[in-house]
């Protein structure tokens, strides 16, 4: 928080304004252990928005946001062998930087046909806040991936689920590619050959370190974001995902103490299952090589007919009529 309060007054905005408004005093956002609660931090980026005299924020804030935001999780990528390695890092901690609680945004990588493809998956229940929050990972991807590499990210197509904004010459200049609007998903590719080029600033032991620092502080942060912590465990296999009581026998609850918690977050137990089996199904439909028949098979369904009819529930589309959207779009 301390950051982007300094961020909003670098842009001239009046950040103590906005934080007093929204409850933040100094101890809050200058103390180390002090924590912004998730309301807060949406009131405050709600704020800036409207105070900002352009469209771009969520462009502006993904550029300029500061390798000290990642903490631990920055270190661990830049001491990773490879863009891949770093990568996986990156989602696997993907909450640490404390950006939106729960499943509100989730970031997914793929490889497809000789593409790397990072895929932003943004609730709308985000409301105003949403074309923000998918800006900003997507403007940080380019400057995250430069500080990794030690170069630019070779991208080349970027396809975006909202119609152009007003700003869209910034997108030319930030992600310079081909780019499609009003897309079925939003997706970020690049060339792969470069996932497993070696990293200049790789460290074996500093990976061991701040993976365990990550790891510790991960768990900090998703303590009491109970539909996070379940995500990570459905994830793990989302054919076949735990019944609500073993999952609650993971988390060390009931099952009626669990669904208790996830009800106060706004989530049951399937719609947490829904998520993680759209976000693959999305991924996979965006992979030629995969029938959709294997994609329901890997999603659990036995057959390509529950798939449907779940995905259509989903999304509004029919899986095929996703996928031709997707390879037949509009490419500026």
């Known amino acids: ?34 924590l912004i609660s998730a309301q807060q931090h ?3 980026l709600l704020d800036a928005m409207h105070a900002y005299a352009g469209t771009d924020l969520g462009l502006t804030l993904g550029l300029q946001r500061s390798i000290a935001t990642h903490d631990q999780l920055a270190y661990l990528m830049l001491s990773s062998a490879t863009l891949r390695e770093a990568s996986n890092a990156g989602l696997t901690y993907q909450n640490y930087s404390g950006r939106f609680s729960g499943n509100l945004v989730v970031t997914t990588f793929s490889e497809i046909q000789a593409q790397g493809c990072y895929q932003i998956n943004a609730k709308d229940a985000l409301g105003e806040l949403r074309l923000l929050a998918i800006e900003d990972i997507l403007a940080n991807i380019v400057t995250t991936a430069r500080w990794v590499l030690g170069q630019a990210l ?16 910034r997108y030319e200049s930030i992600f310079q590619c081909p780019i499609e609007f009003d897309a079925p998903a939003t997706q970020l590719f690049f060339n792969a050959e470069i996932l497993d080029k070696p990293l200049p600033q790789a460290s074996p032991q500093s990976v061991m370190l701040y993976k365990r620092l990550c790891e510790e502080k991960s768990i900090t942060h998703s303590h009491g974001d109970i539909a996070w912590q379940l995500s990570q465990i459905i994830v793990e296999n989302p054919a076949s995902p735990p019944s609500l009581h073993d999952a609650a026998m993971r988390l060390h609850c009931s099952p009626r103490t669990l669904s208790r918690k996830l009800l106060a977050q706004g989530w049951r137990y399937q719609q947490l299952i829904d998520q993680v089996k759209e976000i693959h199904a999305r991924r996979h439909l965006s992979d030629p090589t995969l029938s959709i028949t294997r994609i329901s098979q890997q999603l659990g369904y036995a057959d ?3 798939f449907h009819r779940a995905f259509k529930k989903w999304t509004g589309y029919s899986p095929r009529a996703f996928r031709q959207a997707l390879f037949n779009g509009h490419i500026r």
């Open 1 to 34: 928080m301390m950051w982007l309060l300094d961020f909003l007054s670098s842009i001239g905005l009046d950040s103590q304004a906005i934080a007093a408004k929204n409850g933040i005093d100094d101890t809050q956002h200058y103390g180390h252990d002090s």
């Open 154 to 169: 070779p991208i080349t197509k970027l396809r975006c689920d909202y119609p152009a904004p007003a700003h869209i010459a």
């Open 304 to 306: 390509s007919a529950g």
């Open 42 to 44: 949406k009131c405050v």
